[in-house]
């Protein structure tokens, strides 16, 4: 039971947590204006994880036959028949009701808008099916998640989350691009959207850089509203330049530090701002 559990977690590829979570303790924090009380805290980090293990599992389900035929994720737990359509069903099952129990205890309002938030999750996994702009609906359903953290706090919406919101969904949008280069052959071949095999590699680089550079005027744009200090700011510099170098990583005819691009600099980019968002409000 516990090595099954082990395979589950690695094929949701649980680690990758590191790059909405971070986001949703940024607006957490600012929303309190440090910590929020420890019950509030806990359920938070307990809704975050149910809602991405809910998600990813859904889509490791509904690709379960184009990851077959993919030389790069032919190994994947579903395919590889590591673990049953069954049993992920029962996990993903099991996440979402976590997720709507946690936000049913934090607000009413949070408790309300769990279901359109699943739905979110959920759907991303279609969305690459028959539009290019796939990326962007990742984005969003990583991106409501300081939405839902300032929910969680406060009980109401405001317009500062939703402004790290759109700096979420344009970073996302943007590193998934790099990502999905990796699988440009395959995605025509199959007849699956994205920016690369539509437009091809230069082209959906740009729509990238320009996704990123977006996403650091919005941080920008948050400091002012959050009423932030130098520190946060440096930390913005800081995340423009990893993105910098995230960028300089890959190039239309180089693919081979996509991983790093994706994952190392990526989790620099959440954590490192998060880091600077908490000393700045602890200063």
């Avoid at 990123?212 to 932030?228: E, I, R």
Wanted: charged letters at 10%; a positive charge; glycine letters at 6%.
């Amino acid at each position: 039971m516990i090595r099954k559990f082990g395979i589950i977690l690695e094929m949701i590829k649980f680690e990758h947590t590191v790059f909405a979570l971070p986001f949703a303790l940024i607006s957490m924090l600012v929303a309190a204006r440090g910590l929020p009380k420890p019950a509030t805290f806990v359920w938070i980090l307990i809704a975050m994880v149910g809602a991405r293990s809910a998600a990813m599992t859904f889509n490791r389900i509904a690709d379960a036959k184009l990851d077959k035929v993919n030389p790069r994720t032919a190994s994947r737990a579903i395919p590889a028949g590591l673990v049953s359509i069954g049993a992920a069903w029962l996990f993903a099952a099991a996440s979402a009701v976590v997720f709507v129990f946690t936000a049913y205890m934090l607000n009413p309002l949070a408790f309300a808008l769990s279901p359109i938030a699943l739905a979110v999750l959920l759907s991303y996994s279609y969305f690459k099916r028959f539009t290019s702009l796939s990326h962007l609906w990742l984005g969003l359903s990583l991106g409501i998640a300081p939405v839902g953290a300032w929910i969680a706090v406060n009980g109401r919406f405001d317009v500062t989350a939703f402004v790290l919101s759109a700096a979420v969904i344009l970073w996302t949008a943007g590193f998934d691009i790099i990502y999905s280069l990796q699988d440009l052959e395959h995605d025509r071949n199959v007849r699956l959207f994205s920016l690369p095999a539509k437009l091809g590699p230069s082209h959906a680089l740009g729509f990238s850089r320009v996704f990123h550079a977006g996403m650091v005027a919005l941080l920008v744009w948050f400091g002012s509203l959050a009423d932030l200090g130098n520190v946060y700011y440096i930390g913005a510099a800081l995340v423009a330049a990893f993105l910098i170098y995230e960028q300089s990583l890959v190039s239309a005819k180089d693919y081979s530090k996509v991983n790093t691009a994706f994952f190392t600099l990526n989790g620099c980019v959440s954590i490192g701002l998060l880091v600077f968002v908490a000393i700045d409000l602890l200063l």
